[in-house]
């Protein structure tokens, strides 16, 4: 058991022959329980700051588990969001993509709707100008026959 500042205030010595002196003895036990009990109280207070900065590490750990765990949280969820916008971006590049095609297809049918129209125009103008040429050709003949058989024959219609 550790020595207290009260057993060595209650030491005592015994007397001997030649001994020391009792007054210095006295004096120096006197220096000796003030140094210890200041020992003692530094001691007391070094274990209640040693408690007291056990409790405030246990507390850092726990905050920086926490902010482990966090730090863990947010880089998933940043992931999971870059996954998710990854996904998004892929489907709105499908969608314009299957627009595209879509606008693609319509413009090329309209080409050829187009090109049926020309090519039936072109038919019919063909058609008409084949017609009025015929047309032309039967009336310039009935002229050319009604000159000839008439009185004067110095008309001649050139064809």
Do not use: C, W
Not at 36 to 51: C, F, G, P, Q
């Amino acid at each position: 058991m550790p020595l207290t500042p009260l057993d060595i205030v209650n030491k005592e010595f015994k007397h001997g022959f030649r001994g020391y002196s009792e007054d210095e003895v006295n004096e120096f036990l006197d220096e000796i329980v003030r140094d210890y009990e200041a020992l003692i109280r530094e001691n007391d207070e070094l274990k209640e700051n040693t408690s007291g900065m056990t409790e405030r590490l246990e507390q850092y750990r726990k905050l920086e588990a926490t902010l482990q765990n966090t730090l863990v949280v947010a880089q998933q969820t940043a992931e999971e969001v870059k996954v998710a916008a990854r996904k998004e971006a892929e489907l709105i590049v499908r969608e314009a993509e299957s627009k595209a095609q879509e606008i693609i297809n319509q413009a090329e049918e309209r080409s050829r709707n187009a090109m049926r129209e020309l090519d039936q125009l072109r038919k019919e103008t063909e058609k008409y100008r084949v017609q009025v040429k015929s047309l032309l050709e039967s009336q310039l003949s009935i002229l050319n026959q009604g000159f000839n058989g008439s009185a004067s024959s110095d008309y001649n219609v050139v064809k």
